[in-house]
């Protein structure tokens, strides 16, 4: 009978082809797969809660794999795996489960942010944000443009081609605060929802910024996701400043609670 682990890691994407294996490319599951071979002399697949793109960071993501062999000492095994891995991806917690856990089925909910640094003048120390220096953001009318999107609702309008036929994601959160780091104004745009499209985080962005840059009532976000035409929204922002910032198997309006605290 094999035993199964959970695992949650973080990685820098900057260097990576994304989070799902693929051949002969870089890729955060084939890093951790092939660092989990070295360590057990075994063939592991790990099963991911879901892809990232190319570049696209994460600070939480989730996976599961199996074993033949019950780890003795979890500490032991896990300070050895994050010597064999690289220095841009690390799991920083391993468990056992049950063997009817599933990483991606039994995900409810994903937490994205998208970093904006909103400056005049960019700043050396921060690779992974948009520098966003042609006006100060509004948090008010962007949190009105966000509030469209909450709910459950067919998101064609921000989904780039892709062979996943599902269209319609459930968005529970969707909110921009401000924070001032230093001499520094970021704006934070977090969204949480059970499932996302292709780019379609990336895109909201960039409909957000359109929206803002030439003054158009937020309103017309709801235009756009009520259009279900991709050719109505704007062009996918950088992939550099998205976070995966969390997957959640409890109940999300508790982890909305906790974030909002």
Known sequence: M??????????LGTDFFGSQKQPDKRTVQGEIEKALCTLTKD???????????????????????????????IDNFLYKLNCILPDDVK??????????????KNAKYKHYRYVILNNRVASVFNNYALFYPYKELNIERLNLSLSYLVGHHDFSSFKSNSDNPYNDCIIYYAKAKKEKIERNNFIFIDIIGNR?????????IGQLLLIERNDLNPSVMD????SKDRTKAANVMDAQPLFLEY??????DEYIKKINS
């Open 91 to 104: 799991v920083f917690e391993l468990s056992e489960t049950s063997c009817d856990f599933h990483a991606q």
């Open 43 to 73: 063939k592991i697949n790990i099963i991911l809660a879901g892809r990232t793109d190319a570049k696209v960071s994460a600070k939480s993501q989730v996976a599961h794999f199996d074993l033949k062999e019950k780890i003795e000492y």
């Open 223 to 226: 235009e756009v996701l009520k």
């Open 247 to 252: 997957v959640g198997y409890d109940n999300v």
């Open 196 to 204: 996302f499209l292709y780019n379609m985080v990336r895109t909201i």
């Open 2 to 11: 094999l035993n199964r682990y959970i695992i949650r890691f973080e990685f």
